[in-house]
């Protein structure tokens, strides 16, 4: 393979578009800021295509301009793990289509470690290089040593497709796995639009607060996220949950009670500034769909070992056909579905295979088992 392409200007970002445009079989890669950075972002796009391997800069060109080409349900993309990258395309604005995921179908034929690393050894023998896989990948300009890693594997997920893909197709569990996938490129996408309100109320003590607290608690957290993105740190990393209860179990009658409840954080002058900032804006109302995300009803104790009952039920008879099939227990029914249809059984007759995460092959297969297993008392 030639070198890699830094596309970085309208010019390679036509050729990239234009190859793609003909590859039948292209393989992608994104990477986000490094660990402990914020706020996520795609950082750099790295696509395998007509025998080139381009690294693609989103803060030199707008990779939006490549979405009709992501966007294909005529012919796959190839990625190992697409859950992350289905995050980052999301915050960039751009739609997946077609996705044939490694990572997922490894998972369904019950491969005991489903990581690139640990593929490519046991499937091709090759040893894959994650020195650089924390590295802050926000940071300009591009060395040749990064430029090497990030091309270096860039087309093993297409050679993993071609070993591991037959074995799907002879076990039956092609569609099972472009279902699971599908359904994590949507929940990423979900998940973005989640995080497009702040998080506060997802903290387990801000049920009990009250409605001074909440206001106080919500200026706060927007405050300490400001600081966050300014420095591109994870705000937990500024400050952490447990201090952020600390501080806003109950509303400060000054400044100085502020300084005195943050310790020895009041000497970050800038994190000081916000919560003071934040002091002054607590008495802003918080937007009514927060509070009813906050406040959403807790159920019954009877309701809960109802959901329990059939959750056992569920995973009793998963492991069972598992073993019965030689294949992965999330093949017959990922964790994920199994928790849904335990809060909502009735959710399965109504939606049946478009239910999210069901998929027509396992409906097709186990429905009637399921339907049976979840209507029982």
Not at 231 to 238: C, E, F, G, K, Q
Request: include cysteine; hydrophobic fraction near 45%.
């Amino acid at each position: 393979m030639s070198e890699p392409i830094l596309v970085a200007n309208e010019r390679t970002l036509a050729l990239l578009r234009d190859r793609l445009r003909n590859e039948p079989l292209a393989c992608f890669d994104a990477e986000g800021p490094g660990q402990g950075a914020f706020p996520d972002r795609l950082c750099l796009l790295v696509v395998a295509a007509a025998g080139h391997v381009h690294v693609v800069d989103p803060f030199e060109v707008d990779v939006r301009a490549l979405g009709d080409e992501f966007a294909r349900e005529d012919r796959p993309f190839i990625v190992h793990d697409v859950a992350y990258d289905a995050r980052l395309f999301a915050i960039a604005g751009l739609r997946l289509g077609l996705v044939h995921d490694t990572g997922v179908a490894a998972t369904m034929l019950g491969k005991p470690k489903t990581g690139l690393a640990s593929l490519a050894l046991e499937l091709l023998g090759v040893h894959v290089d994650k020195s650089l896989q924390a590295s802050a990948w926000a940071r300009r300009p591009l060395d040749a040593r990064a430029m090497r890693y990030l091309s270096a594997d860039a087309e093993l997920p297409r050679e993993l497709y071609r070993t591991i893909w037959p074995s799907l197709e002879a076990a039956d569990l092609v569609d099972e796995t472009l279902t699971e996938t599908r359904y994590r490129v949507e929940r990423a996408a979900e998940a973005i639009e989640e995080l497009r309100t702040p998080g506060w109320w997802k903290l387990p003590f801000a049920r009990g607060l009250r409605t001074s607290e909440r206001r106080w608690l919500r200026s706060a957290w927007i405050a300490r996220d400001r600081v966050a993105k300014h420095r591109d740190r994870a705000p937990a990393m500024l400050f952490t949950d447990d201090e952020l209860e600390k501080l806003t179990r109950s509303v400060p009658e000054s400044v100085e009670a502020i300084r005195a409840r943050i310790g020895r954080r009041a000497n970050d002058a800038s994190l000081l500034a916000a919560l003071v900032d934040a002091f002054a804006a607590r008495d802003a109302a918080v937007p009514e769909e927060e509070l009813a995300r906050l406040d959403a009803p807790i159920p019954s104790s009877a309701e809960r070992e109802r959901q329990k009952r059939v959750r056992k039920r569920l995973t009793g008879w998963r492991a069972e056909e598992a073993k019965a099939r030689g294949v992965s227990e999330t093949a017959i029914v990922p964790g994920h579905l199994a928790d849904r249809l335990s809060v909502d059984p009735a959710s399965l007759r109504a939606r049946g295979e478009t239910l999210s995460g069901m998929g027509r092959r396992r409906f097709e297969r186990y429905g009637d088992t399921l339907l049976r297993l979840l209507e029982e008392p």
